[in-house]
C-alpha cells in the first residue's frame, strides 16, 4: 500500500493555519472570506491553503450561488488514521516481542527452585 496519500495529509496538517481551517470547517459550510476574517492570513493565503487541503483529501467545496463552500470531506483523516494504526500496531509488535526475549533470556539462568521463589 503506498503511503502518498498520508504524505498529502500529514504535508497539508504540517501548517498551523492549516489546522486551524479544519477546526474552523468543523462548524459546517464556510465561505472562504469567513475563514479569513477568523485567521492570522489574507484571503489569497487562505485560497492556497484550502487548494492544499482539498488536494489533500481533507476538505470539499461546493458552489452555492456566486460562493463556494467549504466543507470537511467525510472519512479525509481516514488514510492518516489507517497509517497511524498500521504504525502503531508495528511498534506494539516489537515492543511485545522485546519484552518476551527479555523475559525469557532473564529467566533462562534462574534455577527452577529460584524461580518458585519469586514473588
Request: proline content about 6%.
Amino acid at each position: 500500500m503506498s503511503n502518498q496519500g498520508a504524505d498529502a495529509v500529514f504535508d497539508a496538517l504540517g501548517e498551523p493555519v492549516r489546522r486551524r481551517i479544519l477546526e474552523l470547517l468543523h462548524e459546517g459550510p464556510t465561505p472562504v472570506g469567513r475563514l479569513a476574517e477568523r485567521l492570522p492570513v489574507g484571503r489569497p493565503a487562505v485560497s492556497k491553503h484550502l487548494r492544499v487541503l482539498s488536494n489533500a483529501g481533507l476538505i470539499e467545496h461546493h458552489s452555492v450561488g456566486t460562493r463556494n463552500l467549504y466543507v470537511l470531506a467525510p472519512g479525509g483523516l481516514a488514510v492518516a488514521q489507517q497509517w497511524l494504526a498500521r504504525t502503531w500496531d508495528i511498534v506494539l509488535a516489537a515492543y511485545a516481542a522485546e519484552v518476551s526475549r527479555a523475559r525469557a533470556a532473564g529467566t533462562a539462568g534462574i534455577s527452577q527452585t529460584e524461580e518458585r521463589e519469586r514473588p
